[in-house]
Each structure stands twice: as structure tokens, then as C-alpha cells.
């Protein structure tokens, strides 16, 4: 039951970025045990009342680009996927490596000497997603090679149903609240731009800062969620360029004809100072429209006096 003017969105997306498996038993930066952010990550969502119908995570998978690495990340999102029915969407990052991801994800080798760029396209009833390889070699910084953009033309050159989703790890955007991961960003934005310029794109979804953030990107919406590692600190006191060990998070992204709402997550749980218990939701499903705005929106609601006292309430 919906309880406002909106009906319920027509997809659900949950976008995770940067997880940084290791092999078991190592740390990130000798502290990070990067499972336990992703543990926390997957464990939340599959007690959302609306459960996504895919994954997306976009890129830095694996930390050293590992074998064993990308062995642990299917041990931990496939099975809890497949509970939920939820495809799972991998999008290069520039910590992966195209011949070990290939091989580790989907079984496929990459001929030696070559290195081609890991793109593929998912159908999530009807709504595409389009995962594109920005990584680079060798390097930290982002480019789209003149073959990628003509197959992503050739891709978008006929609308979804249901639109489609740009997944890619650089974010096309400017970083106002890190200047240091200027140095790394998507080289030549301009080429994507004319690209998608006139297509189906509805959002792009990035990953790369290990913070969340919003912006515009040739008139498209673009959504940057926070790693499940380590987050990086917008506001760090006397440092150039600041890692810490908190504010893990993810972006929940529902899709609706006209709209997208996106919801930053935090992975770990935080103490709760009031609420109602989930056995309350029946009771309020059965009041009237009009019984309902009575007691939740009214100041001198006897909710909201203490007249009435709900079991579980702090």
C-alpha cells in the first residue's frame, strides 16, 4: 500500500561501488578488511521491503585485481542475488584488471597481448544498463576509446523500454571537494557528451571518489555512490587528500516514469532514538486516508503528545 501521491517505481536499482576485495586474510592499507563494509552492504538490502531487481557495482571490485579476490566477491553477491532475484551488473574500475576480471567474472579469456575493454549491456526488465570500461592500463585515470564510443552509439541508437542506465566507474563530473582526484578523472568528457546527447540515457551511475555526490552530465543526471571500503573525507582538516574508516555507504536508485529518487545508505547500523516497530505498519495500512493524516501529520496528534505509547519507541 502506498501511502502518498506517487505509485511504487517501476524498477529498483541498488548501486554499490569500490568494494576492494582482497584475498582472504589481507587488509587495505594494513586496516581495512574490506568484506566486512560489503557484508554490511548486502545484508541491508536484502531486508528492504522493495528489493532491487539488479546490483550495480561500479568498478575497483578487486583491490590488487586478485584471482582469489574476484573469487570472494561472487561468494558474497551471488548467493544473496540470487535470494532476491536481482541480476548483478560489474563495471571495470581502474584497481581491476581486464584479464583477471574476464576470467574471474565471466569466464572468458583475453587473448595474450590484447587487451579489450570489458563493456557489456544488461536487460533489467526492459530498462538497459549499459557497463562501460573507462580504465586505463597501467593507470588511474579514465578514457573512452574512439571504438567504445562508436559502439555505444551504435547501442543507444535504439531506445529501452524503459530507457537505459550509463554504469561506469570515472564519473563524468567536476570534483569541487577533492581537488587531488582532478589528476584521475575521465579525460575528455566532451566525446561521451555528444555521444549521449539526444539517447535514452536517464542516468549515469559512477563510483572512483569513495563519497557520494550528484551532478548534471549533458543534461543527464549523474549519481556517484560511496565505497563499502574506506570513504574519502570532503572536509579533512590539514590534509590534502584524507581515507577514513567510516561512512561506508550505497545508493539505493528507484525508477519511476518520470523520475529517479536516489537514497545514500549507510552500510553499518547507528543507534535509534525513536521509531516504531514494524508490526505498526499493519495497523496504520488499515485507518482511512483521512484517520491517517489525523494521527501522523497532526502536531497535537496524541502520537506526538505521548498520549498513546508504542511498544519499541526509545
Same mark, same amino acid.
Not at 569513495?210 to 543526471?221: C, E, Q, V
Given at each position: 500500500m502506498q501511502f502518498g501521491q506517487y505509485p511504487a517505481p517501476g524498477h529498483v536499482i541498488a548501486h554499490l561501488s569500490d568494494p576492494?576485495?582482497?584475498?582472504?586474510?589481507?587488509?587495505?592499507?594494513?586496516?581495512?578488511?574490506?568484506?566486512?563494509?560489503?557484508?554490511?552492504?548486502?545484508?541491508?538490502?536484502a531486508r528492504l521491503d522493495l528489493l532491487p531487481q539488479?546490483?550495480?557495482?561500479?568498478?575497483?571490485?578487486?583491490?590488487?585485481?586478485?584471482?582469489?579476490?574476484?573469487?570472494?566477491?561472487?561468494?558474497?553477491?551471488?548467493?544473496?542475488?540470487?535470494?532476491?532475484?536481482?541480476?548483478?551488473?560489474?563495471v571495470m574500475g581502474n584497481h581491476d584488471e581486464r584479464a583477471t576480471y574476464a576470467a574471474e567474472l565471466f569466464g572468458e579469456t583475453v587473448?595474450?597481448?590484447? $587487451?579489450?575493454?570489458?563493456?557489456?549491456?544488461?536487460? %533489467?526488465? &526492459?530498462?538497459?544498463?549499459?557497463?562501460?570500461? #573507462?580504465? +586505463?592500463?597501467?593507470?588511474h585515470h579514465g578514457e573512452i576509446s574512439d571504438e567504445q564510443l562508436a559502439w555505444l552509439a551504435d547501442v543507444l541508437a535504439t531506445p529501452a523500454p524503459h530507457g537505459t542506465l550509463l554504469a561506469l566507474h570515472h564519473p563524468p563530473i567536476p570534483i569541487p571537494m577533492m581537488p587531488a582526484a582532478e589528476v584521475i578523472e575521465l579525460l575528455q568528457q566532451e566525446r561521451l557528451a555528444a555521444v549521449l546527447e539526444g539517447?535514452?540515457?536517464?542516468?549515469?551511475?559512477?563510483?572512483?571518489?569513495?563519497?557520494?555526490?550528484?551532478?548534471?552530465?549533458?543534461?543527464?543526471?549523474?549519481?556517484?555512490?560511496?565505497?563499502?571500503?574506506?570513504? $574519502?573525507?570532503?572536509?579533512?582538516?590539514?590534509?590534502? %587528500?584524507? &581515507?577514513?574508516?567510516?561512512?561506508?555507504?550505497? #545508493?539505493? +536508485?528507484?525508477?519511476?516514469?518520470?523520475?529517479?529518487?536516489?537514497?545514500?545508505?549507510?552500510?553499518?547500523?547507528?543507534?535509534?532514538?525513536?521509531?516504531?516497530?514494524?508490526?505498526?505498519r499493519a495497523q496504520v495500512e488499515a485507518l482511512s486516508p483521512e484517520e491517517r493524516r489525523e494521527l501522523l501529520s497532526r502536531k497535537d496528534s496524541p502520537i506526538y503528545t505521548g498520549e498513546i505509547q508504542v511498544p519499541g519507541v526509545v
Open positions: 576492494h576485495l582482497l584475498a582472504a586474510g589481507e587488509r587495505q592499507y594494513g586496516v581495512i578488511d574490506t568484506e566486512v563494509g560489503l557484508a554490511l552492504a548486502l545484508g541491508r538490502l539488479a546490483l550495480v557495482f561500479t568498478g575497483d571490485l578487486a583491490d590488487k585485481a586478485e584471482p582469489a579476490a574476484y573469487a570472494r566477491l561472487r561468494q558474497f553477491v551471488e548467493p544473496v542475488a540470487a535470494e532476491m532475484g536481482a541480476q548483478v551488473v560489474w587473448p595474450d597481448g590484447g $587487451s579489450p575493454t570489458q563493456d557489456r549491456v544488461y536487460d %533489467v526488465a &526492459g530498462l538497459r544498463i549499459v557497463s562501460l570500461d #573507462t580504465s +586505463v592500463p597501467g593507470y539517447t535514452d540515457v536517464r542516468c549515469i551511475l559512477g563510483g572512483h571518489f569513495h563519497y557520494s555526490t550528484y551532478s548534471t552530465f549533458a543534461g543527464i543526471p549523474v549519481s556517484v555512490a560511496s565505497a563499502t571500503c574506506y570513504t $574519502s573525507d570532503p572536509a579533512p582538516l590539514e590534509r590534502f %587528500v584524507s &581515507g577514513v574508516d567510516g561512512h561506508q555507504a550505497m #545508493t539505493m +536508485v528507484h525508477l519511476y516514469e518520470d523520475r529517479i529518487v536516489h537514497t545514500v545508505v549507510p552500510v553499518d547500523e547507528a543507534l535509534e532514538v525513536s521509531g516504531f516497530p514494524s508490526d505498526v
